[in-house]
């Protein structure tokens, strides 16, 4: 089974639970944050990774440098480092880097993509030391002034430029990008440059104040998943797919029935069309 738990889904329930339940549930994959890591201990996070035989598919996240400099930016950039060498200690293959908002002086998207090209440029060397990639991901255009300047799969193959592939990728969420008519050939574009596939759905009327929070798992929204996991796939993307779901509805569950409803909406939505894209 192709399918990666990530934290998020689960976020009120502790690392050592959520893992548990995972493994009993045959998910194969989870996606791991760093503060659970770090509160947990990177040790223990091993033995719990070889315990319940999960293999990481993800770390997240780090970045929110497009509206730093000096010793603000110094300090992210240090941020990131640190989460590399723990993303390589827990054998995850990626880091998700988030390229953060526009600053209140200064909304020119362009100026602000250039400093997030700087930071990952500067950043090259310890990925490639750690041997852990940068997936920049994407974000709604919601959060253009708060989270990310970046908010679709071609700006973010602007951005990493020319940066080497195995250092720098991009990390496709379906919440995220599913709104862009581009998509389709961004992705074939993107090709190997796509570092992990994030599945969720998405439907109005969006929760307010917290919009993050709204999310839906695979199939209750209105997200055309099987049509977009076929372009991921056509693409080459064959790693695993993670399940990110923030949800205030969704967090208030037994995590027993969390898990159990995230494996039965991957199985419905995004498992047939795996297969179907590779007939």
């Not at 991921?232 to 967090?251: K, M």
Request: with cysteine; glycine share 8%; proline share 6%.
């Amino acid at each position: 089974m192709k399918l990666s738990l990530n934290q998020a889904t689960t976020r009120p329930y502790p690392l050592v639970d959520t893992a548990e339940e995972a493994s009993r549930a045959g998910i194969g994959h989870i996606g791991l944050w760093t503060e659970p890591v770090l509160e947990l201990g990177v040790a223990r996070t091993r033995r719990l990774l070889a315990d319940t035989g999960l293999t990481v598919s993800s770390v997240c996240r780090v970045g929110f440098v497009a509206d730093k400099e000096g010793a603000a930016l110094r300090a992210a950039l240090d941020d990131v480092r640190r989460a590399l060498d723990l993303s390589a200690e827990v054998g995850s293959p990626v880091l998700t880097f988030i390229a953060g908002g526009l600053p209140a002086g200064d909304r020119d998207v362009r100026r602000a993509e250039g400093r997030v090209h700087d930071a990952l440029a500067s950043l090259v060397p310890h990925a490639r030391q750690s041997g852990v990639r940068l997936a920049l991901e994407p974000l709604h255009p919601l959060f253009v002034t708060s989270r990310s300047v970046v908010t679709s799969v071609g700006q973010a193959l602007r951005v990493i430029g020319q940066l080497p592939a195995e250092a720098a990728g991009v990390l496709v969420d379906a919440y995220a990008t599913f709104w862009d008519a581009d998509m389709p050939a961004d992705l074939a574009a993107a090709g190997p440059r796509i570092a992990g596939y994030q599945v969720n759905d998405f439907a109005l009327p969006l929760p307010v104040p917290e919009n993050m929070n709204g999310r839906l798992l695979p199939g209750e929204g209105e997200i055309d998943l099987a049509g977009l996991t076929r372009h991921v796939a056509r693409a080459g993307y064959r790693g695993p797919i993670e399940v990110e779901v923030f949800s205030d509805e969704l967090w208030r569950l037994p995590l027993r029935t969390i898990v159990a409803r995230t494996v039965e909406a991957f199985s419905r939505t995004v498992t047939n069309s795996l297969e179907e894209s590779q007939a």
